[in-house]
Every structure is written in structure tokens, then in C-alpha cells.
């Protein structure tokens, strides 16, 4: 199983992203917060930025669109250059649509749900998607504890997903560090958003590695 790890800039010093973003050039992903102040109480930002990082890396960018009424406009990042598009389920009038527009759009199409929204009402999504993202905080501020409450439920997307088959990404978002990412790796993760983690370390890309072994390590004595 292939494991990544995607640090969020939202961690990241804002007046000098694209030096943040070269001080990571080991990560496998670059995770971006888009959060409009509706769906989640926090204002961050949009198209403009994630366009030009996509001009300064070559890291693909997993936007994650915490955002009212991504119908009408996640399909843009994937326009404007994101890799995977990561939309939430609780704000999506028609995810299965919007999953196959995205991946029309040659986006992964991911689809992620609040830490109280259970996974079992989408398991009939789950052949339409790329990845599934599981918030192990509430959305709208980086820097949390990480909810240990989660793990099941990270278990039983994980059984959810074999069952199914094929290569749908389980990821986790919320207080991801070297205290959590084995915990997350072992209830069955294999892509991980980590930013506090990575870029309030002295050096990220040692960060970025270290995480990457711990939860190889951590999956391996589980397997």
C-alpha cells in the first residue's frame, strides 16, 4: 500500500509561500485549505493562491474545499490545476455528479465528511470517488488536537473501502503528527494531511520524511 503524506500551507507563513512550499519538495502532496467563512468559520483562500503555487511546484496540489455549494465550484480547481479535489458531503447537492465532472476534468475526485458524519450512508459513492477524507477535527482552523474518537471510524472506512476494492485513497486531516500518524496508519490511513506537524518543525523536509516512515512502519506491523 502506497502512503503519502500532504502537508497543509495552512500552516505555512503566508507572506513567503513559495519558499514554504520549496522547503517541502520531498512531500508527496501539497494540501490546500479553501475555507469561505460559511461552511466552516474561517476565511483563507481561494483560486488566485492555488494557481500560483501550481506556477512554483511541481508538487500536485490536493485542494480541499471546505466551502458552501462546491457544485458549482470545485469543478474550478480542478480547471485551475489541482490534482485531487477534495469536496465536502455534507455541502454537496449531487456528489456523484460532481465526483464525475471532476474526474472529466482529470482531477482525483475525493469526497470528505465532518468527524460526525458517518460513512455508512455513502458507501454506495465510494466507486465513484478517489479518495476518501476523514476529518479527524472540526473543519475551519489548523493547529487541533487530534480526536482519538475518530480511529473506528477510520477502521471502518478502511473495511468499508477493502470490501469494495479497487484504489480509493483513505485520508486523514486534523492534528496529524508524529504523537497520531501511527495510530492513523494502524485503523488503516494511508494518505495523511499534516501541517502544524511539518512546518513548525525546524526542518520540514525531515518532517515530511519522518512521518512517511512512522506510518510505513506503523502499517507494515499490521499488515
Known amino acids: 500500500m ?6 497543509s500551507i495552512l500552516s505555512a507563513d503566508f507572506a513567503n509561500l513559495e519558499r514554504e512550499v520549496h522547503r517541502i519538495e520531498n512531500a508527496d502532496w501539497l494540501h490546500v485549505d479553501v ?11 481561494g483560486l488566485p ?10 508538487t500536485p496540489i490536493d485542494a480541499h474545499l471546505m466551502i458552501d455549494d462546491p457544485d458549482r465550484w470545485a469543478p474550478s480547481y480542478a480547471e485551475a490545476g489541482a490534482r485531487s479535489v477534495t469536496f465536502h458531503v455534507e455541502a454537496a447537492a449531487a456528489p456523484v455528479r460532481l465526483a464525475r465532472e471532476l474526474r472529466t476534468l482529470g482531477a482525483r475526485a475525493s469526497m470528505a465528511l465532518k468527524p460526525a458524519t458517518p460513512i455508512e450512508p455513502y458507501e454506495d459513492l465510494l466507486p465513484e470517488l478517489d479518495m476518501v477524507l476523514l476529518m479527524t477535527v472540526e473543519p475551519g482552523f489548523g493547529g487541533q488536537a487530534f480526536l482519538d474518537i475518530m480511529l473506528p471510524k477510520i477502521r471502518r472506512t478502511r473495511a468499508m473501502l477493502d470490501k469494495h476494492g479497487g484504489d480509493v485513497w483513505l485520508q486523514v486531516d486534523g492534528g496529524v503528527s508524529a ?3 501511527e495510530r492513523c496508519a494502524e485503523a488503516g490511513a494511508d494518505t ?8 513548525g ?14 506510518a510505513a512502519g506503523a502499517t507494515h506491523r499490521h499488515v
Not at 35 to 45: A, I, R, S, Y
Not at 49 to 58: N, Q, R, S, Y
Not at 192 to 199: C, E, K, L, N, Q
Open 2 to 7: 502506497g502512503l503519502r503524506i500532504s502537508p
Open 35 to 45: 475555507m469561505d467563512n460559511h461552511f466552516v468559520p474561517n476565511l483563507t483562500l
Open 49 to 58: 493562491v492555488l494557481e500560483a503555487i501550481g506556477k512554483v511546484t511541481d
Open 179 to 181: 504523537a497520531t500518524i
Open 192 to 199: 495523511f494531511v499534516a501541517g502544524s506537524a511539518v512546518f
Open 201 to 214: 518543525a525546524e526542518d520540514p523536509a525531515a518532517m515530511v520524511d519522518q512521518l512517511r516512515d512512522q
